[in-house]
């Protein structure tokens, strides 16, 4: 029998409030992760190497309007330091993260990519905007593993809104990430989760989309209103959406994360710094018995870390990274989990094999090879493994209008 998670059951699961509901939906985004991708906790130690950027989100502190921040962008030996950090704590990743920066000059930041690689066994990720093919193919000779972009929102229309295009330039994210892929990274991406003027409707279709690109990482946070910004400030209204506003909250957070899981079992998905921002106490714990399995403690240097504002109250803003690495060490020992060894890519992982008292069934969509809508193409065969414990859990799960105490 084939079982589907619909588009109205996602629906159905982001406006549950019934705590025991819930409560089976926590468990089931936690069963598939340990089924699909173990217990390790796979740490990636962020960089983030410049604060300028040439763009005008209207979420992001970074955006080029905000005159009230100082701007810095790191030095070559800087970066190496900070992943040479990354080497003596164990981490088997590096993600150089900065605002869309053009002074980050392509051949600079092949350089750096070629030191890392070199020197280190490091995968390394980059995060660095919409920057055009030629940057993106450079990179990706120099030795970088893996891009992060995220699409934010599916809903063209808020994104329009959100994220003003550069001049002429019109980018489609989609079409980015399928190039990405084309240039043989693993592709990252994800969205914000109560942004003003977003739906319920449209994180459900945030989250079919997650299902039908063939993501190697997905990292979904909580939009955190940044007063320099026209989003945070007051100053910009967004059409009322009728009572469909999806709210910014950590919960919904958490939703959206296990749904996640739920769709796309074999991807890295992390317990974002965005998320324990709004709830710094545990946060990451619970998005990592969610549905996550990555985490990325902050390997910025200190003098640097307070300007890295794209939304503001960081959580591990004055923390250095030993401190941070220790704290991660014992709240994931906590959880019963531990700390993953290697690159923990998602392409060294045996993406479809079975488990034991597993069902494996085929989600049936678009087929492999051909275009979706966003111009991107499913290279991989897409199937989802669910492991069953009894009849009633299972309908619960997938149908969360079903009735049963
Ligand atoms: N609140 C939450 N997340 C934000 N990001 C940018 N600004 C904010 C904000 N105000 C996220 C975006 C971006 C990532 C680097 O940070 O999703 O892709
Ligand atoms: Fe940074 Fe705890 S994770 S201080």
Redesign the pocket.
């Known amino acids: 029998m084939s079982v589907t998670i619909e588009k109205t059951e996602i629906l159905g699961w982001l406006r549950e409030e019934n705590p025991a509901r819930l409560k089976e939906l926590w468990q089931r985004a936690d069963e598939i992760r340990r089924s699909r991708v173990g217990d390790a906790v796979h740490l990636r130690g962020l960089v983030e190497i410049s604060n300028f950027c040439s763009r005008q ?1 209207a ?3 970074l955006r080029v309007g905000n005159e009230n921040l100082a701007r810095y962008r790191m030095d070559l030996n800087e970066i190496l330091e900070a992943a040479q950090q990354a080497v003596s704590f164990g981490y088997g990743t590096v993600v150089l ?1 900065g605002g869309e920066d053009y002074g980050i000059a392509t051949l600079w930041m092949a350089e750096i990519i070629r030191r890392i690689k070199g020197e280190t066994p490091l995968a390394v990720t980059l ?1 660095l905007g919409e920057r055009p093919d030629k940057d993106l193919a450079a990179w990706r000779k120099a030795g970088a593993d893996r891009y992060l972009l ?1 699409f ?1 929102t599916s809903d063209p229309n808020l994104f329009e809104e959100i994220h003003p295009p550069l001049g002429r330039r019109k980018f489609d994210r989609l079409a980015i990430l399928r190039r990405l892929r084309g240039l043989g990274f693993e592709v990252g991406s ?1 969205i ?1 989760v109560g942004i003003p003027g977003q739906t319920y409707a449209s994180v459900a279709n945030d989250i079919a989309l997650f299902r039908e690109l063939d993501l190697d990482m997905i990292g979904i ?6 007063p320099g ?1 026209p989003l ?1 400030n007051g100053l910009r209204f967004f059409p009322s959406v009728n009572g469909e506003q999806v709210p910014n909250t950590e919960l919904m957070v958490y939703k959206a994360v296990a749904l996640t899981r739920l769709v796309r079992p074999d991807a890295n998905i992390p317990a974002t710094s ?1 998320l324990a921002t709004i709830n710094k106490a545990n946060g990451r714990e619970l998005g990592l018995q969610r549905g996550a399995n990555v985490f990325m403690p902050n390997l910025t240097p200190l003098k640097y870390r307070h300007l890295y504002q ?2 503001p109250n960081k959580a591990c803003i004055a923390e250095t990274g030993d401190a941070c690495n220790g704290c991660l060490s014992l709240r994931i020992k906590g959880l019963g989990r531990h700390i993953g060894r290697g690159q923990g890519g998602r392409k060294d992982r045996d993406l479809f094999a079975p488990e034991r008292g597993s069902v494996s069934r085929s989600i049936p969509q678009t087929q492999s090879g051909t275009m979706i809508p966003g111009g991107f193409e499913l290279t991989r065969p897409l199937r989802v493994t669910v492991p069953i414990s009894d009849e009633r859990s299972r309908r619960s799960i997938l149908n969360p209008f079903s009735s049963h105490a």
């Open positions: 989100c979420y992001c502190g993260q995060s995220r934010e994800g914000m946070g909580p939009f955190i209103p940044h910004t945070g965005a794209i939304y």
